[in-house]
Structures are given as structure tokens and as C-alpha cells.
């Protein structure tokens, strides 16, 4: 985790901003039924995980 927090243990760098960013979206996809699905970008869109 280090890695992501290169300088304290709040704030990201742009790994770790990813990283999170693609978390919640696997989140927001494993919602049943998908209600937000259609509120994607391309890249949400391409984030692979439980679905």
C-alpha cells in the first residue's frame, strides 16, 4: 500500500487514485439489478469484476 501513498497515508498518487476509482466501481456494478449501469463511462464500462 505503500506505494500508493508515497507521501502521507491520506492522499493518493495517480496507482492508487486508479485503483480506488476502479473498486467502487466494481461496487457500483455488483449492485443487484445494475441501477447505475447506464450512468458508465467507457471506462467504468471496461473495469472487469464480480457482476
Do not use: C, I, Y
Not at 3 to 30: E, I, R, S, W, Y
Request: net charge positive.
Amino acid at each position: 500500500m505503500k506505494a500508493f501513498f508515497p507521501g502521507d497515508h491520506t492522499h493518493t498518487n495517480p496507482a492508487g487514485a486508479d485503483f480506488n476509482a476502479a473498486a467502487v466501481v466494481q461496487g457500483l456494478k455488483a449492485l443487484p439489478g445494475g441501477p447505475l449501469s447506464g450512468f458508465l463511462s467507457a471506462r467504468g464500462v471496461s473495469v472487469v469484476g464480480k457482476e
